[in-house]
DNA sequence: CACTTGACCTGTCCGC
DNA sequence: TGCGGACAGGTCAAGT
C-alpha cells in the first residue's frame, strides 16, 4: 500500500544511503520483478555508481552514473531495504521493523554494493517491479507521461485540484482521487483520510461537490499527506521504509481501519463501504451523500 | 468515450 | 485442525 507518503519516505531514506555507492552485483529470482536481461544488467547496472534518489507520484527513480535508471514501482507490499554490511539487526532501532534476515521468502531482487551492503527489493505478491531503463528514456514510460501533478508542489492549489477532478466530473470523488492520471500519489488510505477531513462522502460525484468542498479537500489531502511524510507513513501489513522501519500514520488515523469506532469528529460509528470497487471507510454522520450545492 | 470489472499474486482471516 | 473462499488494493487490460 505505498502511497505518496510511504514511497517518499523509501526515496529520502534511499537518498541518505545510496548515492556514491558502486554495484558490484545483481540477482533477481523473479523474472516479472526485474524483467531487464542479464547482459543489460551486467552492462548497465553492475559497474555503475548510485547518483542520486527521486520520486515521481509512487514510482522511485535511481539514478547511475552508467545513464541509465532503476525504475520502481512497490505497488501493494513492495519494500525497498538497505542493510549495511555490519549492522546487527536490533541494536539501534528506535522504531519497530517487520523485516529480520535478509534476503528472506519475498525477496525478489538483491544488488549488492562494492562496500558489501546490499539493498533488498521485496514483494510478496510480486505486483511490483523494477526495470533498468537509459536515464533519458524513463519520462517516456506510459505511467510516467500520463501521471498528474504532485498535490504537494508549489503550483498545486485548490484551483488546480478542482480542474483536475473536473476532468471526471461525472465519476465518484472517491474514484477520481484514485485516478493517477487526475493527481499522482493517492491511494485509498490518504483518500479515505482527506474525504473524512474535508466532510466529502466518496461516492459523491464530482461535479456536485461546492466550490468550499473543492477548497476544504484541497486542505485536507494537502495536510494528511504532509502528516503523512512525517510520520513515516502508514504501515499495515507490509510496509517498511529503506532500513526496515515501519511508518506509524496509522496511530493517527481517523477512519482508516476504524470501522466499528467513534468518529472522532461527532462520536458516530465509522462504517467500511464499498466505492468504486474498493474497501473506504466513512463517518455517515459526518460525510452525506447529498449534494452540498 | 467514460466508467467498471478482472487479472496479476500471496498471506491472512473467517466460517464450517 | 483443515480447508475453501473472501479479502487486502495499484495499475493495466478488457469489457460494458
Redesign the pocket.
Known amino acids: ?1 505505498p ?1 505518496l507518503p510511504e514511497v517518499e519516505t523509501v526515496r529520502a531514506g534511499l537518498a541518505r544511503l545510496l548515492p556514491g555507492r558502486r554495484i558490484v552485483a545483481a540477482e533477481s529470482d523473479w523474472p ?1 520483478s526485474f524483467p531487464n536481461a542479464p547482459a543489460d544488467v551486467q552492462q548497465f547496472l553492475v559497474g555503475a555508481e548510485v547518483l542520486d534518489v527521486r520520486r515521481r ?2 514510482v522511485l527513480l535511481i539514478g547511475l552514473s552508467s545513464r541509465y535508471s532503476l525504475v520502481i ?1 512497490l ?2 507490499t513492495g519494500q525497498m531495504v538497505f542493510r549495511d554490511h555490519d549492522v546487527r539487526f536490533g541494536a539501534g532501532h528506535p522504531t519497530p521493523s517487520l523485516v529480520n534476515r535478509l534476503p528472506d ?1 519475498s525477496t525478489r531482487v538483491t544488488i549488492a554494493f562494492a562496500d558489501g551492503s546490499r539493498l533488498f527489493f521485496n514483494d ?4 511490483g517491479w523494477m526495470r533498468l531503463l537509459p536515464t533519458a528514456e524513463v519520462m517516456n514510460l ?2 510516467l507521461r500520463s501521471v498528474g501533478p504532485e498535490p504537494l508542489s508549489a503550483n498545486f492549489d485548490w484551483k488546480a485540484l478542482r480542474e483536475r477532478l473536473m476532468r ?5 470523488v472517491k ?1 477520481t482521487l ?1 485516478d ?1 492520471t487526475v493527481v499522482g500519489g493517492i ?3 490518504y483518500a479515505d483520510e482527506a474525504l473524512w477531513g474535508a466532510r466529502v462522502h466518496p461516492a459523491m460525484t464530482v461535479g456536485d461537490l461546492s466550490t468550499r468542498q473543492f477548497h476544504v479537500l484541497y486542505d485536507e489531502l494537502v495536510s494528511v499527506l504532509r502528516l503523512a511524510i512525517k510520520k513515516g507513513g502508514s504501515t499495515d501489513r507490509n510496509y517498511v521504509d529503506a532500513e526496515g522501519r515501519m511508518g506509524s500514520y496509522l496511530s493517527f488515523a481517523r477512519v482508516f481501519r476504524r470501522e466499528g469506532q467513534s468518529c472522532p469528529r461527532c462520536g458516530h460509528i465509522i462504517q ?1 463501504i464499498r466505492v ?4 473506504t471507510h466513512i463517518c455517515p454522520h459526518c460525510q452525506k451523500l447529498r449534494s452540498a450545492k
Open positions: 500500500m502511497e516479472k507520484a509512487k514501482h505497488k501493494m521468502s510478496q505478491r510480486k505486483f506510459d505511467f471526471r466530473r461525472n465519476s465518484t474514484a484514485l493517477q491511494g485509498n488510505i467500511k468504486a470497487g474498493r474497501g
